[in-house]
């Protein structure tokens, strides 16, 4: 399958594929701008390795009610429940403990995973489960999935990205001046709670595509990369979800088109190579940019005396 | 209920406790000091981004043999620390944000490199990293109790546990050397530095050392209980104890009590409740770790959530 695929001939199965995973990319890099402005990167990674045991947890309720197979609402809802708690206890943690964010986030992080680890195991050895399908939230399953399920994530990604919109205002508040926006009497805490909310769809969005574990490169790298073009929110939402949305294009496409190119893990890199041409060539903040300004007012310095 | 007969203990169980044992107590040890200079993330990410370069290791190599799979993980988690600094440095990006990029990247490189052929011929997976291969350390050398007083027998060792030993007697003695040195940087790096100790240095060094625990411990117990063990101990003892040679004490007390607690619960656990399989044991070594940190989060005597309120309970009408 070497030779290129043209996009007429492309499957409508790979279309779809491909409009979920550029739907994804796109509410994944906006929705992780946020996260990132404030500072607060990995505590999607812990919420993305604590959506774990709530899939299974609810493929064994599915399983007790006599669902057939694996059903995907069920297994996300799942997912949102287990990660909510998560962000949940890592808050927390840091509020009433003196332990620091990091060490909450990773441990919660790791316990979640642990725990999810082994409900799976005890799974797998279940005579009558077939789960052969939950591993693949580990580390996604674009391949395999179908034309309704994409449809299914794509509208998810899209409700994140409405409620971007919607709350623009508000979550430009809490990423730049929380303290400010609490003294001013807003209420932060349920700012803070809407905008883990739109992570935590988008996460649970992202799982079947590219994995638990790659989800929070959409989430942090897009936006980490957009912040290199821009010192303005909204150029750097609009760039984010631009990187984010091509990552997932561009990366799905080169997956349809090699068979030996898992779809999650190539998007992951797309973007990680969009971060590395901004960090060196962006206008704003890129390393070129800085340096050619020093260079240029070290000579208009060294012109002026 | 079957308990395992004594040379089944002997051969399958207690080899596997003991790695577990000598894993968890590096990890601990060393997260002391990462839970103090809030470095607890980058033991997860050296952790995740270790992947590509055990399976690169395998690719040049062309066998599953350690040695070339160590290295490469060597590899790449030192290049991972570069590439975090370099990012966070040259780009000035949020320390969060530079490692989420950076392990990200390496783990779907390490993804990808799985797909390829040779790779996937021999079922190499990202399964081995994550949950590691505990069940599968065997000690042939003994046989019944007696032979345990033989040293002899202590020879024949699985090469995991010697290995994973001797990582910990390396981690004990840098520690205890440099107990002084340590104990500063990690509660006042800018009074070390104004003393002329290179506080930057000795935190590289903290990360070099995380970074081997991890490299040693992935292959016996998994990432995941690598990440574990270097946060919940150093966080519980934190949680009891004020001063550093009680939080390190604490602290290996608290991974050596995860490791035997979580090894039996995962392989003798679900035969009391009639489940005639054992659960991953790592997974339950994860989850015991975390359990006793909930724990040490609610009752700890002084910093406990309980002991706070009732102490704020206590001054309430004093202050009002």
């Known amino acids: ?305 | 209920m079957i308990l395992p007969d004594t040379q089944t203990f002997l051969s399958v169980d207690l080899p596997a406790m003991l790695a577990a044992l000598f894993a968890c107590l590096s990890c601990a040890l060393v997260g002391n000091f990462l839970v103090l200079r809030r470095q607890s993330l980058m033991g997860d990410a050296i952790s995740h981004a270790v992947l590509p370069g055990i399976v690169a290791g395998f690719l040049v190599a062309g066998t599953r043999d350690t040695l070339p799979m160590l290295t490469g993980a060597l590899v790449a988690a030192v290049s991972a620390g570069l590439l975090i600094e370099l990012v966070r440095r040259l780009g000035k990006v949020e320390a969060g944000a530079a490692m989420g990029v950076v392990f990200t990247s390496l783990f779907a490189l390490g993804v990808i490199l799985i797909e390829q052929g040779p790779a996937r011929q021999v079922d190499l997976d990202a399964d081995c990293v994550l949950y590691g291969q505990l069940e599968g350390i065997l000690w042939f050398g003994p046989a019944g109790w007696s032979s345990l007083l033989d040293p002899g027998t202590w020879a024949s060792l699985p090469r995991q546990v010697v290995q994973l030993a001797t990582v910990f007697a390396f981690c004990l003695a840098i520690v205890l050397i440099f107990l002084k040195e340590l104990t500063l940087v990690s509660f006042d790096p800018a009074l070390a530095d104004t003393l002329g100790l290179r506080s930057a240095l000795v935190q590289h060094g903290i990360v070099a050392l995380a970074a081997l625990c991890a490299i040693a411990a992935f292959e016996a117990v998994g990432s995941i209980l690598v990440i574990a063990m270097l946060i919940c101990p150093a966080a519980t003892a934190r949680l009891l104890c004020d001063r550093m040679p009680a939080q390190i004490a604490l602290s290996l007390l608290a991974g050596a009590i995860t490791a035997i607690g979580g090894y039996m619960l995962g392989a003798f656990g679900p035969m009391l409740v009639g489940f005639d399989h054992s659960v991953g044991a790592a997974g339950s070594i994860a989850t015991l770790s975390g359990l006793i940190l909930a724990l040490a989060i609610l009752f700890a005597p002084r910093y406990g959530v309980l002991a706070r309120r009732r102490l704020a309970r206590a001054t309430a009408p004093a202050l009002a």
């Not at chain 1, 045991?53 to 309720?61: D, K, Q, R």
């Not at chain 1, 899209?158 to 508000?170: D, R």
């Not at chain 1, 909310?197 to 989430?219: D, E, H, P, S, Y």
């Not at chain 1, 390393?287 to 005396?305: H, N």
């Open chain 1, 1 to 305: 399958m070497m030779e290129g695929l043209p996009f007429a001939a492309m499957g409508h199965n790979t279309a779809m594929v491909l409009a979920g995973t550029t739907a994804l990319g796109i509410a994944a890099g906006t929705v992780g701008c946020f996260m990132v402005l404030r500072r607060r990167a990995l505590v999607s990674d812990a919420l993305s390795h604590a959506t774990l045991p709530g899939i299974v947890i609810a493929f064994l309720v599915g399983l007790a009610l006599g669902v057939e197979g694996r059903s995907l609402p069920l297994l996300l809802l799942g997912a949102a429940i287990s990660g909510a708690l998560a962000v949940a206890a890592i808050q927390a943690i840091t509020r009433w403990t003196r332990l620091p964010e990091d060490a909450a986030i990773g441990a919660v992080l790791s316990c979640f995973f642990g725990i999810g680890v082994v409900l799976l195991s005890v799974v797998q050895a279940l005579p009558a489960a077939n789960a052969a399908g939950l591993k693949g939230f580990i580390f996604g399953q674009t391949a395999a999935m179908r034309s309704g399920e994409a449809a299914t994530l794509a509208v998810l990604a899209l409700a994140a990205l409405a409620g971007v919109a919607l709350f623009f205002k508000e979550l430009r508040l809490l990423a730049f001046d929380e303290g400010f926006a609490r003294a001013a009497g807003w209420p932060t805490g349920r700012f803070d709670l809407g905008l883990m909310a739109l992570v935590t769809l988008v996460t649970v969005a992202g799982l079947q595509t590219v994995g638990l574990v790659l989800i929070i490169a959409l989430l942090i790298t897009p936006a980490a990369a957009a912040r290199f073009w821009t010192d303005r929110l909204g150029i750097m939402l609009l760039v984010a979800g631009l990187i984010g949305g091509l990552s997932g294009g561009i990366g799905a496409l080169l997956s349809a088109r090699f068979q030996n190119l898992p779809a999650g893990a190539i998007i992951v890199l797309v973007a990680a190579c969009f971060f590395m041409a901004s960090l060196f060539f962006a206008p704003a903040r890129g390393l070129l940019a800085r340096t050619l300004r020093r260079a240029r007012l070290r000579a208009s310095l060294g012109a002026a005396r």
